[in-house]
């Protein structure tokens, strides 16, 4: 959906379970189309 609206490049907002990064991975390998992302990771918290 963000490749449809225009964006090439997203910021990941520390999900749960690390499903940023893992659909970066995934748009990497090439088993889904998608844009750019920034994967953040863990969240920084007390």
């Given at each position: 959906?963000?490749?449809?609206?225009?964006?090439?490049?997203?910021?990941?907002?520390?999900?749960?379970?690390?499903?940023?990064?893992?659909?970066?991975?995934?748009?990497?390998?090439g088993?889904?189309?998608?844009?750019?992302?920034?994967?953040?990771?863990?969240?920084?918290?007390?």
């Amino acid at each position: 959906m963000a490749l449809e609206c225009g964006f090439t490049s997203v910021i990941g907002a520390a999900t749960g379970d690390a499903l940023d990064a893992q659909l970066k991975a995934a748009i990497a390998d090439g088993v889904v189309e998608g844009p750019r992302i920034l994967a953040s990771g863990l969240p920084i918290g007390i």
